[in-house]
């Protein structure tokens, strides 16, 4: 059973700190792995996705790796600002036979920039 | 504009009282999903559905029923045999095909009276 898991539960920074969230998978057998933002109270926004093809995905300040093989992935956030405070979440998409794609949800990193 | 709309925001629901969440889309997506979200956990499916007229339970069914007559809309009705339904509800869509994302409505908070 795919279970994904991310560290910290929580991390608070000072601004302009780079920063490196985390997140764990125990099942090699992806199809991609996708990073999401969720604000408090409000519904989720994809901010990078990573096919298991490849290695890194980079969208402005932020940065997505993906090493299949150790069941990691890790986003980086350069030049933090009290804007990136949200809860980041990382899932994985698994297919299951004859019912199409699956995604599975870590239990999110809450992140919060101090001016 | 192009987008997933869920209502209400919020939803109080009585001991014994089945109550249904909105869920629409203009985005032509073929896929639509559930999910529940408890606080300081993920998100855990509940149904999806691929296509019109057809859906799938997903990790955590029990309680909930739903419905696909229109590609745009699917509602979930939390019944009173759902327990424990307060939580956060999210809708998503997506198109069908292993490289398309979910984007995601912005959610229902369902409270019990």
């Known amino acids: 059973k795919q279970e994904v898991t991310q560290i910290p539960a929580a991390l608070s920074v000072p601004e302009g700190e780079n920063l490196v969230l985390n997140c764990s998978f125990t099942d090699s057998a992806i199809y991609n792995l996708q990073w999401f933002r969720q604000d408090p109270g409000k519904g989720l926004t994809s901010l990078l996705l990573i096919q298991s093809s490849q290695r890194e995905q980079t969208s402005g300040r932020l940065n997505a790796s993906l090493d299949k093989s150790s069941g990691r992935s890790t986003l980086y956030i350069a030049a933090s600002q009290p804007g990136d405070s949200a809860t980041y979440l990382c899932?994985?998409?698994?297919?299951?036979?004859?019912?199409?794609?699956?995604?599975?949800f870590g239990q999110g990193t809450e992140l919060s920039v101090k001016p | 504009d192009g987008g997933i709309t869920q209502s209400p925001k919020y939803l109080f629901r009585k001991e014994g009282q089945n109550v249904t969440l909105s869920c629409e889309q203009n985005?032509?997506?073929?896929?639509m999903y559930w999910y529940r979200q408890d606080p300081g956990q993920g998100l855990r499916l509940i149904y999806y559905?691929?296509?019109?007229?057809?859906?799938q339970k997903g990790d955590i069914a029990e309680g909930y029923s739903v419905s696909r007559e229109k590609k745009e809309s699917f509602p979930l009705t939390v019944t009173s045999a759902q327990k424990n339904p307060t939580a956060f509800y999210l809708c998503?869509?997506?198109?069908?095909?292993?490289?398309?994302?979910?984007?995601f409505g912005p959610g229902t908070r369902l409270l019990v009276l």
């Open positions: 899932a994985v998409l698994i297919m299951i036979y004859n019912q199409g794609g699956k995604l599975i």
């Open positions: 998503a869509s997506s198109n069908r095909g292993l490289r398309e994302t979910q984007y």
């Open positions: 559905s691929q296509i019109v007229n057809d859906f």
């Open positions: 985005l032509n997506h073929d896929a």
